[in-house]
C-alpha cells in the first residue's frame, strides 16, 4: 500500500526566504506526482505535476524535483511571499490506478511579512 | 480546461438529517468521480469511487449505506450523506476520473454537523 509522508508538518519563514519542502513514498512505481495547494476550508489547486519520466517541473517561483527511485519529491519556494502561506499537498497516483491518488499530510507554511 | 462545479461549499445541518453534495464537469463527460474526505489537519483520504450507470465502489471502512453516491449521468455525480452525526464533520471533495488531461478538484463543501 502506498504510503506518503511530507516533513515538515509546518513551516514559518520570513518573507523573501527560500524554502524547500520534502515528500517522500513508499513504492516507487508511480505514473506522476503533484504538489497542490490549499488554503483554508477550500480546494485545491495544481500547482506542479511531474511524470514519472521526468525529474523536475517548474513554474515561476516554484521547482519541483522528483527521484523515483528514492522515493522523494521536494518542492522548492524561491523568495517566499506572504501570499503563500497555504498548505501543500503532495499526492502521487499508482500506475494502472486510474488517477486515484495517495496524498501526504501536508505541510502547513507560513510565510511572516 | 476541465472545469468541476461542486455544491454546497458550506452546510450547517442537525444531527439525524441527510445532505446531498452535488458534483457537475461542465465541459466535460466525466464516467469516474473520485470522493475524497479530509478531517480536520488530517490528508485526504479516498472514500469512494462513483461510475456512471452502475455502483460505486467503497474504500474499506466506508459505510455504504450512509454515503449514498449516484453517478446518474455523464456530468453529475452526487454524495448524500445520511443521517448525519457530528463525526461526519468534515471536508468532502470530488475528481473526475478519466483521461489524462490534468487534475481538476471541485472547490469542496465543508460540513457541519450540530
Known amino acids: 500500500k502506498q504510503e506518503v509522508t511530507q516533513i515538515p508538518a509546518a513551516l514559518s519563514v520570513p518573507e523573501g526566504e527560500n524554502l524547500v519542502l520534502n515528500c517522500s513514498f513508499t513504492?516507487?512505481?508511480?505514473?506522476?506526482l503533484q504538489w497542490f495547494r490549499q488554503d483554508p476550508g477550500k480546494g485545491l489547486t495544481s500547482l506542479l505535476l511531474i511524470q514519472s519520466s521526468q525529474r523536475e517541473q517548474t513554474s515561476g517561483r516554484l521547482n519541483a524535483s522528483l527521484d523515483k527511485s528514492s522515493g522523494r519529491s521536494t518542492l522548492y519556494i524561491a523568495a517566499s511571499q506572504p501570499g503563500d502561506s497555504a498548505t501543500y499537498l503532495c499526492?502521487?497516483?499508482?500506475?494502472?490506478?486510474?488517477?486515484?491518488?495517495?496524498f501526504g499530510s501536508g505541510t502547513q507554511l507560513t510565510v511572516l511579512p | 480546461g476541465a472545469v468541476v462545479s461542486q455544491h454546497p461549499s458550506r452546510v450547517i445541518c442537525k444531527s439525524g438529517t441527510s445532505v446531498k453534495i452535488e458534483c457537475r464537469s461542465l465541459?466535460?463527460?466525466?464516467?469516474?468521480m473520485f470522493w475524497y474526505r479530509q478531517f480536520p489537519k488530517q490528508s485526504l483520504m479516498l472514500m469512494a469511487t462513483s461510475n456512471e450507470g452502475s455502483k460505486a465502489t467503497y474504500e474499506q471502512g466506508v459505510e455504504k449505506d450512509k454515503f449514498l453516491i449516484n453517478h446518474a449521468s455523464l456530468t453529475l455525480s452526487t454524495l448524500t450523506v445520511t443521517s448525519a452525526h457530528p463525526e461526519d464533520s468534515s471536508f468532502y471533495i470530488c475528481t473526475p476520473g478519466g483521461a489524462d488531461y490534468g487534475y481538476t478538484f471541485g472547490s469542496g463543501t465543508r460540513l457541519t454537523v450540530v
Open positions: 499526492a502521487v497516483r499508482l500506475r494502472g490506478s486510474a488517477r486515484q491518488l495517495t
Open positions: 513504492d516507487s512505481a508511480i505514473y506522476n
Open positions: 465541459d466535460f463527460q466525466a464516467t469516474t
